[in-house]
Nanobody, 121 residues
């Protein structure tokens, strides 16, 4: 069983910063990728940023230059540093982890429960 837990959301004024954290635990053999998604009311869930096992990163256009994803390998933890926040960044942010639970297992995708980020104007 795998657990994914996010933390760090909250209320911040426009222009401010927040740092989200996500920790994965349980039966984990290897990590393929970890990422952050967000879903605003009435909108589909969208990718914000991801980081692959080798360290390569991918960002949504809306996140480039403002957000930074990083990973702490020993703790199976991923962070999302969000700077220059805008009201349109308001959403529930979800952590996603693609991993193998065993050397022979297929890659499976696991989600956290989400953390609310609200940016006031």
């Amino acid at each position: 069983q795998v657990h994914v837990v996010e933390s760090g959301g909250g209320l911040v004024q426009a222009g401010g910063s927040l740092r989200l954290s996500c920790a994965a635990s349980g039966t984990i053999f290897s990590i393929n990728a970890m990422g952050w998604y967000r879903q605003a009311p009435g909108k589909q869930r969208e990718l914000v940023a991801s980081i692959a096992s080798g360290g390569s990163t991918n960002y949504a256009d809306s996140a480039k230059g403002r957000f930074t994803i990083s990973r702490e390998y020993t703790k199976i933890t991923v962070y999302l540093q969000m700077n220059s926040l805008k009201p349109e960044d308001t959403a529930v942010y979800y952590c996603n982890v693609d991993l193998r639970t065993d050397w022979a297992a297929r890659v499976s995708s696991h989600w956290g429960q989400g953390t609310q980020v609200t940016v006031s104007s």
